[in-house]
Structures are given as C-alpha cells and as structure tokens.
C-alpha cells in the first residue's frame, strides 16, 4: 500500500488547510493538493493527500472513509496510479 490518498466528493469550500487538519488528527500529513479546473481555477470536488506512512495511510482510509465533512459524505482510499492517456493533439489536427 502506498501513502497517497484519493479523497473524493468534497465539497466545494473544502480547503487544503482544512483537509490538512483532518487528515493531520489520524497522523503525518506530507502533502494535500485540492484538484482544481484547469480553465476555471474551480476545485473539481475531490483530492489527494500523502500521508507520512503506510500505517498512518490505513488509519485514515479506516477512520475517514464516509465521514461527514462540509455536509458530504467524503470517499477516501488508496490512489491509483495515474493512466496514461498518450498524447492527444495529434488528434485534433486536420489533415488536407
């Protein structure tokens, strides 16, 4: 198990100061990051946060999942790697 945390269906107002704090009361908090729109700098509802074990990574998978913050019931476990998804600009070229 690795100690990033996929953190789903947060709120809007949901801060990194505030997900720092929660996740910080189950243990070592390294890193949180709200993912926000590209166009529109608006979070997209969910995160990722690295906790500094793998011990304190289940704790708060343990502790958290489904616990209600900011009137929603927020999802939290392991984070997958990333997919690649290849390059996409190529696509959109036309060819004459």
Known sequence: MGTKLYVGNLSYQTTE????????A??????VAV?????TGRP??????E????????????Q???KSVDDREIQ?????????RGSRGSERRRRY
């Open 44 to 49: 997209r509802g969910f995160a990722f946060v």
């Open 76 to 84: 939290v476990n392991e984070a997958r790697p990333r997919e690649d």
């Open 64 to 66: 958290l999942n489904g």
């Open 51 to 62: 906790m500094g074990s793998e011990q304190a990574a289940r704790e708060a998978i343990q």
């Open 35 to 39: 993912i926000t729109d590209r166009d």
């Open 17 to 24: 100061e505030d997900l720092r704090e929660l996740f910080g």
């Open 26 to 31: 189950v243990g070592e908090v390294s890193s």
